[in-house]
């Protein structure tokens, strides 16, 4: 079936910090989207990605879906205490009917 | 504008008991779709309710069920419990397109 494969699992970073995770997967997609899930909450969309090579930037987070559609990437600037979380790819499935999620990179920030 | 709410936020069952789950949508939004959340598995489509139908289903037992009302509200049933339907079962609405997916908190359940 369709999986994404998210890296890192988890990351342990300062204050400051420049943080990258990734999404890949062995099957072409054509919208990618990262969420974040609080402690406790529900995920929220971060960003949403509709074309190949397209890079968008949401504050000190920045992602781009990737030139061959299987993959994806997330960038965080200058992490803060608040960028605490788990951050989860997500990628609609080839039928259009549902959301397949990678399995999250949990983030610990410390000041 | 109330987010999606989900009740209760905790739950605490035997195995072999049945347990069902509620969930109010954003109002406005006709579209309910329900996932399974694991630390092994992540984020797993259940299915997904409009307007009182069952539009889409993922990959589960029938022991998982739902049902959505006339007021877009939806409940999702799971029969004879097993440890390993321990999860945070979250649910989520929208509007419109597939990925402006609004989720609720969740309902953390605990079989023991």
């Known amino acids: 079936g369709q999986q994404l494969n998210q890296s890192p699992q988890s990351m342990f970073i300062q204050e400051g910090e420049d943080v990258s995770m990734n999404c890949t997967s062995s099957s072409i997609f054509n919208t990618w989207l990262w969420y974040k899930q609080d402690p406790g909450e529900g995920p929220v969309l971060l960003i949403a990605?509709?074309?190949?090579?397209e890079l968008t930037s949401n504050g000190r987070l920045t992602a781009q879906f990737g030139i061959t559609r299987k993959d994806s990437f997330l960038n965080i600037s200058a992490s803060i205490p608040s960028d605490v979380g788990i951050y989860f790819c997500?990628?609609?499935?080839?039928?259009?009917?549902?959301?397949?999620f990678g399995k999250g990179t949990t983030l610990s920030v410390s000041s | 504008k109330a987010g999606v709410t989900q009740t209760p936020r905790y739950l605490i069952k035997t195995r072999g008991q049945q347990v069902t789950l509620s969930c109010s949508p954003i109002?406005?939004?006709?579209?309910v779709s329900w996932y399974q959340q694991t630390p092994g598995q992540g984020l797993q489509f259940l299915f997904e309710?409009?307007?009182?139908?069952?539009?889409n289903k993922g990959n589960f037992p029938g022991r998982f069920s739902g049902r959505q009302f006339s007021n877009s509200r939806s409940e999702m049933n799971v029969s004879t419990l097993e440890l390993g339907d321990s999860a945070l079962y979250l649910c989520?609405?929208?509007?419109?397109?597939?990925?402006?997916?609004?989720f609720g908190s969740g309902t953390q359940l605990s079989v023991l």
């Open positions: 997500a990628a609609l499935n080839q039928a259009g009917t549902a959301l397949i």
């Open positions: 990605l509709y074309k190949a090579g």
């Open positions: 109002s406005g939004h006709r579209s």
């Open positions: 989520a609405s929208r509007l419109t397109d597939l990925e402006k997916l609004f």
């Open positions: 309710y409009f307007s009182e139908t069952q539009r």
